[in-house]
């Protein structure tokens, strides 16, 4: 289940990172409003196998240099997708 955690949060992370010359800004939405979707439609054991397959990869992220806005981006993907809602 982790390896199709980290799917998701790479896909994610390529749609948002990526520049408007590389992926077109409304196409990228439109297939990150359906990731949450898809999120959101998961069991409670899928939602949560997500919720910390991010909270591992923003922690790896964070420790490498030049990586701290992905790891920003990786951790919120929960509260983005509204697996979580913000405190």
Same mark, same amino acid.
């Given at each position: 289940m @982790? $390896? *199709?955690?980290?799917t998701?949060?790479?896909a994610a992370c390529?749609?948002?990172l990526s520049?408007?010359d590389?992926v +077109?800004?409304?196409?990228a939405? @439109? $297939? *990150?409003?359906?990731?949450s979707s898809?999120?959101?439609?998961?069991?409670?054991?899928?939602?949560q196998?997500?919720? +910390?397959?991010?909270?591992?990869e923003a922690h790896?992220l964070?420790s490498?240099?030049?990586?701290?806005?992905t790891?920003e981006f990786?951790?919120?993907?929960?509260?983005a997708?509204g697996?979580?809602?913000?405190?």
């Amino acid at each position: 289940m @982790k $390896a *199709l955690c980290q799917t998701i949060i790479y896909a994610a992370c390529f749609l948002e990172l990526s520049s408007d010359d590389t992926v +077109n800004p409304d196409a990228a939405v @439109k $297939a *990150l409003e359906d990731i949450s979707s898809a999120l959101l439609s998961a069991t409670d054991e899928e939602q949560q196998a997500f919720v +910390n397959a991010c909270q591992e990869e923003a922690h790896r992220l964070q420790s490498m240099p030049g990586y701290a806005g992905t790891a920003e981006f990786v951790r919120s993907l929960p509260f983005a997708t509204g697996l979580k809602e913000q405190a």
